[in-house]
């Protein structure tokens, strides 16, 4: 990858156009109040969209508010969350993560108050929490409280090393920080939907479908499969 910045901005414009045009402007899920939305991606972790919405509403069911789950048994709330995975790890990181939002409002289960935070220090903010990396601060700043934000997940992470958008070797973690720089932020949003669905339908982890994929003159990847299973 040997493109100047100007090289760079127009072809990650050309990929997010092409995106566009064979997926359609990309909408997020029904948008969630910032403290459901950092509940529910901890409950992603390591676990599908169907698992993570069966234990979150599993929960608000079980639970009258946050303030109920943050103050239950423990192990009410893992039993709750069982459908997860993980529930040993998340019941006791969703309930700290509440409790450290009490004691820096004094009170309060919001998060609104991220909004008059910087982007890098409303990230600093959440990813101090336990259980909190990037891409679940990410999500919580872009879909909950609209703070300009890039989440890398799995899917992202996987195509755009594909594409050649960022350094093959770069790590999840730096993959966060360059791709904000990288990418316009009026661009983040569908371009990190569209770029998940790409993962999902053409791009997989183990099978790929180049012969179909939307970008495909734009792709650096070496190992391209141009014919039909």
């Not at 006791?92 to 509440?98: F, G, K, N, V, Y």
């Not at 998940?196 to 190992?223: M, Q, S, T």
Request: glycine share 6%; aromatic share 8%; charged share 25%.
């Amino acid at each position: 990858m040997n493109k100047s910045q100007a090289e760079l901005t127009h072809w990650i414009g050309q990929i997010r156009n092409r995106l566009i045009e064979a997926f359609g402007a990309p909408e997020w899920r029904d948008p969630l109040p910032a403290v459901d939305e950092l509940v529910s991606t901890i409950l992603s972790q390591n676990t599908n969209d169907i698992n993570r919405d069966a234990a979150f509403y599993s929960l608000k069911a079980a639970f009258s508010s946050w303030q109920a789950v943050m103050d239950a048994k423990t192990e009410d709330v893992i039993e709750a969350i069982r459908t997860a995975g993980l529930a040993n790890q998340k019941g006791p990181r969703i309930q700290q993560a509440l409790r450290v939002i009490v004691d820096y409002t004094h009170g309060e289960l919001s998060l609104e108050f991220l909004r008059e935070m910087s982007r890098d220090e409303a990230g600093e903010w959440l990813t101090a929490v336990n259980g909190v990396g990037p891409k679940t601060a990410a999500i919580v700043l872009l879909f909950s409280l609209g703070i300009p934000a890039f989440p890398v997940d799995t899917h992202v992470y996987r195509v755009s090393g594909r594409l050649g958008i960022r350094p093959e070797k770069m790590t999840v973690e730096n993959t966060h920080a360059y791709l904000e720089a990288l990418i316009p932020e009026d661009a983040y949003y569908d371009l990190h939907l569209n770029l998940i669905r790409l993962g999902r339908e053409v791009c997989g982890a183990r099978k790929w479908h180049c012969y179909r994929c939307p970008v495909l003159d734009l792709c650096e990847f070496e190992n391209k499969n141009l014919s039909p299973d």
